[in-house]
RNA sequence: GGUCCCAUCGUCUAGCGGUUAGGACAUCGGCCUCUCACGCCGGUAACGCGGGUUCGAUUCCCGCUGGGAUCGCCA
C-alpha cells in the first residue's frame, strides 16, 4: 500500500431510516479514519429513485450526526470530490461508461425487459432450480435503427479467478465463470449498484471500503470493473451480518433496528455503540467503550469472521453501564438529557438543581433517560400520581394512625437529611416495637404515588419539608376515606 | 440448486498446539434491605461430527453436517 492516508466511506442508499447495522458498518470505517488521520467520507446513493427521499437523508446525517460519526466530505458539507449524491454524478458514470465501452469493456444492449423476461422464463419452465444468464445477445450487434433505449452492459471474463485478500476474511476467490454481463447502467440513464459504486470509489479515491458480508457476492464483479477500466482497486473488509435473535435477517418485526428509536428511548450515543462494535470485533474481554477509546484500540486483527444475533438485553445492559457510570456520561450529560425527556414528557421550567440532587439516586436504577424521567416524574409532579393497586394496598385505615405520627415526626425534625429523618423515625419505632417495614410502605405510596421507589429518606430530602408534609397529609385523608386518590 | 462465507455456554465473545476452556448478558440460588433497583457471593451452561498432522488438538488440514449471504434494468 502506498503510504498515502487511507480514505473511507460510508455510502447508505436513502430509502428508509438508519439502520443499526448501517451504523456498526459506518462506525468500523470511522474508526479507520479517525485512528489513521485519514478521511471518511459521506456518500449518498440515491440511485433507487423509487424508493430514495430527500427525508430519508436528513434522517441519515441526523442519526449519524448524534452519534458523533462525523464526516470530512458529505452532500452537506461538500469536498473535494463532490458532488456527493449519486444522482448528480451522472455525467460521470456515462463518461465512464463510454471509456469503458470504447475499451471493449462493455457494450450497449438493446434487448427489452419484455424479451429477457420471456427468456428468464423459459429457463424456468424448463428447470425451475435452473437460473437464467443473460446470453450475450448484443454483444456483437449493430445499433439497431432507429435506435431505441438501451443498458450498458459489462463483457464479463468467462474463464479465469478473482482473487482478493481480504481484510477480514483473508483470501477469497471466485472462479469468472459465475459471471454474467451484468447491467451496469439501466436505460433511463441511471447507473446500478455496482457500477455508481466503483466510479465513486475510484473518482474519490477510496482507499478501503468495510462493508457487510452481504456485499461480499458484488466484490468479484467490482474487481472485474476496476481491471477493465485500468484502476487499481482498494482494500476489502467484510464484516460479519448483524442477525435477528432467531437467526433472520433483523427487521423492524424483531424490535427496534432504527438508529432514532434509540435515540428516543434515551440511550446514550457510546452506549448503542459500545454493543454495536462488538459485532464482528473485540478486544479482549472489554465491552464498555468511549468513541475516543475504540479508534485507539480498533483495528482489523481483532475482528472476526462469524455473524453475531442481536440481543435486546445486552444491548441495554451495555447502555445501562454507560448512563450509571458518571465516567462515561458526565453529570452535567445526566442532567441534559433527563431534562430533555422530563420536557418531552409535558414538564415545563424544570429545576435541574433538583434532577442534579435525584440523580445518584436515579442513576442506579434507570437503564435509559426515558426510565431516567419517569422516575423523576413525582419530583416534578404536584400531586404525585398516584398508583392504583399501591394505594388500595398501602393507604388503608388501620395506617392512618402511624402514618399521622410519622407525618408529625417529620414535621418537628430539626433538619431535613435524609440520615437525621430516619434515625428519628427509627428511634420512635424501637420504642413502639414496631420495625420500618411498618409505616415505610405507606410513607412511600403517600410520599411518591408507587409502590417502588429510591430509598424513602432521601426521596423526602430532595422533596423537601412542605411538599412531603403535603404529600403525606393528603395520603392520610386517604387512608382515611376522607379524600380519594 | 450454483457461487461465496461461517462454526466455543441460550446470546456476544476470550482463546491464536499443552488452560480446572475465561469474561459479560440472560438464567437459577444466596447476601444486602423501607419497596424497587444497584452492589456483592455462588450455581447451571459451550469447543457440531468424522478423519488426518502432531508426543499432544478447541486451536492446523480435509470431508460431512449445520447455519448465513446472494443469484434484479434494488442497494
Redesign the pocket.
Known sequence: MSSAKPRLRF???P?GYLHIGGVRTALFNWLWARKTGGTFILRI????????TPENEQIILRDLSWLGLNWDEGPDVGGPNGPYR?MERLALYHSFADKLIEKGGAYR?????E??DAQ?EAVKAKDP??????PGTCRDRKPPYPER???VRLKAPSSGTITYN?LV???????N??Q?D??LI???G?????F??VIDDITMGITLVAR?????????IQLILYEALGYTPPQFA?L??M?A?D???LSKRHGAVAVGEYREKGLTPDGLLS?LV????????E?IFTKQSLVEKFDW??C????????F??????A??HL?RDDLTSAKDYVDGAEKFLTKKGFANIDRNKIEEAMP?IR???QTFIEAADALDYFFREPPTMDEKAVKKQLTADKAAHLATFRQLMANAPSFK?KEL?AIVLEWLAKEGL???DV??A??VAVTG?????????VMEVLGRDICLARLDRGIEICKGSAQA
Open positions: 455510502a447508505p442508499s430509502t446513493e440515491d440511485t433507487d429513485q423509487e424508493r430514495s449519486q444492449c438493446y434487448c427489452t425487459k424479451e429477457l428468464r432450480k435452473g437460473q437464467f444468464r443473460y433505449p438501451y443498458v481480504d476474511f483473508g483470501e477469497v476467490s471466485t472462479p465463470n459465475t454474467q451484468w447491467v439501466r436505460n433511463d441511471v447507473p446500478l449498484y455496482n455508481g459504486c457487510g458480508r452481504d456485499h461480499m457476492i458484488n466484490t468479484p467484510h460479519p451480518m442477525l435473535p437467526g433472520t435477517k454493543y462488538r459485532f464482528g470485533w473485540s478486544f479482549g474481554d465491552e486483527e481483532r472476526s469472521k462469524s455473524d453475531g444475533k442481536f440481543d438485553k445486552k444491548l441495554a445492559a451495555v445501562f453501564e450509571k439516586m442506579e436504577r434507570a435524609a430516619e420495625t420500618l417495614k415505610a410502605q410513607a412511600r408507587r409502590a417502588a421507589s429510591p430509598g424513602l429518606f432521601e
